[in-house]
């Protein structure tokens, strides 16, 4: 059990990390690239760029310029076309970045599956509640999202820092939940469009 115990805090890390790249996609780089640079968390060699000062600058700038965007019209729903691929890429390099210990082969394969799938699933979710936003309050109430995901991936990023248990369990609820609306709404959505044809 001890020799397990460390790869479950990394996951649980990973999982939570990678589900707060699902709400912001810089954000959670920042929070990883601060507490790695104040010495909170360690890093392995391969990701000891995610500890540099260029990083740390880089990702904060840009974690600025993400939150200031979704509350532009028109650009959010921009930045939701390429919010998935970004969070799929961002989960699993912050999923990796947890595990020192395992070969690259397994690290990867763990972090796209694990860390890519968590970020994906939950960028999809929060797109599809931008789309029913835009619609139903003709991008009114997107300021109200945008909000709730930034809040979102600050929580997601300090609890997975500092609480990874409950990162990791808010996690897969959060998947659960996505899921399982997502599918009510497909249904919906093919019900309706059934109906037109």
Known sequence: MEHILPYLLSAFIGIGLAAASGFRVFLPLFA??????????????????????????????ATIIEILAYYIPVVDNFLDTLSIPLATIA????????????????????????GGGTAATIASGFAGTRAASTATTAGI???????????????MSLLSIFLPVIAFII????????????????????????GIF
């Open 91 to 114: 989960g699993s390099v912050l999923f990796a970045s947890q595990f020192m210990e395992l070969g690259t082969f397994p690290q990867w394969a763990l972090a796209l599956i694990a």
């Open 141 to 155: 109430g997107n300021n109200v999202v945008a909000t709730t995901e930034t809040a979102g991936a600050g929580l």
């Open 32 to 61: 990883v690239s601060l507490s790695s640079y104040l010495g909170w968390i360690p890093m392995s060699d391969n990701f000891e760029w995610l500890s540099g000062l260029p990083t740390l600058i880089t990702t904060g700038v």
């Open 171 to 194: 996690a897969i609820v959060l998947i659960i939940l996505v899921l399982f609306f997502g599918r009510k709404l497909w249904r919906k959505m093919k019900t309706q469009n059934s």
